[in-house]
Each structure stands twice: as structure tokens, then as C-alpha cells.
């Protein structure tokens, strides 16, 4: 998962620190999340989800 928040994160243009204040985490947890030593509660994903426009479910599913 944390591969795919990093993917569409580039994608959508934002850096670590401004995903990370937009969704209301520290940096180190979002990078932490992205190096893919952490997972995400479903409350932050779908915030993370809200804020980069796709679904939780693309985020968390690599078959999407």
C-alpha cells in the first residue's frame, strides 16, 4: 500500500509534508507509511484517499 500512496501522491503533485498536513499526520508517520514499515488505520487512509481524489480501496488494493 505504502507504494501506491507514494505513486499517487507524485501524481496528484503533492510533497511528504503537504499530503502529511493536508491529512493531518507527522511526516515521519507518511514516510514510515510509504517505506511500507507502517500501516494505516482506515480513518487515515480514507482521509489520504479524500485529499489525493481516489478511492481508499485503489490505495489499498494493488489489482486495481
Do not use: H
Not at 10 to 36: F, H, M, P
Not at 40 to 61: H, P, Q, T, W
Request: hydrophobic fraction near 40%.
Amino acid at each position: 500500500m505504502g507504494r501506491r500512496v507514494r505513486a499517487f501522491r507524485k501524481l496528484k503533485g503533492y510533497t511528504q509534508q503537504q499530503l502529511a498536513d493536508s491529512v493531518g499526520i507527522s511526516l515521519a508517520v507518511l514516510g514510515a507509511v510509504e517505506r511500507g514499515n507502517r500501516r494505516l488505520e482506515d480513518k487515515i487512509l480514507n482521509k489520504i484517499a479524500d485529499v489525493l481524489g481516489v478511492s481508499a480501496e485503489e490505495l489499498a488494493n494493488p489489482s486495481i
